[in-house]
């Protein structure tokens, strides 16, 4: 099966990323944000609840669930030794308010997100982006500058990096915009070929 490539760049429009298919290969352009902090998504509910406003300007924006290593400078500005995925299903509970309150055109990291997040992206337009477990030194390479650190008083992965990114990738789409999710056909893919095992094992008990 053949792969299409697109290389996209941020911020990115409703049409482009309804474009995308589940299996496409994206590299991106532009200003990115990232964190790998629960606290932060709580943190991020509560400006859509008026609690406090955002650091940052997110609508339309790409949101990725990114760790990193960093050297802070004196002037506080931050660079990135390293960058590499967090675990997104942690962030299950946040992330359908997130992608409607905030209007996300992309977000992303590793393991995929829920069929309830799956929903919300379809109606907002937006897609999830599987970057590569374990590929740091590929995703940050991708790192251009750290132009801004949104709540500087938590720890530095619980900061809201915005980043320019220089064709950052190749990321999968592992969820599209009209609610197609690798993650979900492949677990039922599993569970069919299991059924189909445990039925062979059943005939050949009853075989014997």
Not at 48 to 64: H, M, N, R
Not at 137 to 164: D, K
Not at 187 to 195: E, F, G, H, N, S
Request: charged share 20%; proline share 4%; aromatic share 6%.
């Amino acid at each position: 099966m053949s792969v299409t490539e697109h290389e996209l760049t941020l911020p990115l429009s409703e049409d482009a990323v309804r474009r995308l298919n589940i299996g496409d290969q994206v590299y991106l352009s532009g200003e990115i944000y990232a964190t790998a902090g629960m606290p932060t998504h709580d943190r991020l509910l509560g400006c859509l609840d008026g609690v406090e406003p955002l650091p940052f300007d997110l609508k339309g924006a790409a949101l990725f669930h990114l760790g990193s290593l960093n050297e802070e400078a004196d002037d506080g500005s931050l660079r990135i030794i390293y960058m590499n995925p967090t675990t997104s299903t942690r962030f299950n509970g946040h992330m359908p308010r997130l992608i409607s309150g905030l209007g996300l055109r992309a977000t992303g990291g590793k393991g995929g997100l829920s069929a309830q997040c799956a929903q919300a992206m379809a109606k907002a337009g937006c897609v999830y982006l599987a970057f590569l477990g374990g590929g740091a030194q590929i995703i940050t390479a991708g790192i251009h500058e750290v132009t801004g650190i949104g709540w500087p008083e938590m720890i530095s992965h619980y900061r809201i990096a915005r980043i320019e990114a220089e064709r950052l990738g190749p990321l999968t789409v592992g969820i599209d915009a009209h609610g197609n999710s690798i993650y979900d056909q492949t677990k039922t893919a599993a569970l069919d070929k299991r059924q189909a095992i445990l039925y062979e094992m059943r005939s050949a008990r009853d075989a014997c």
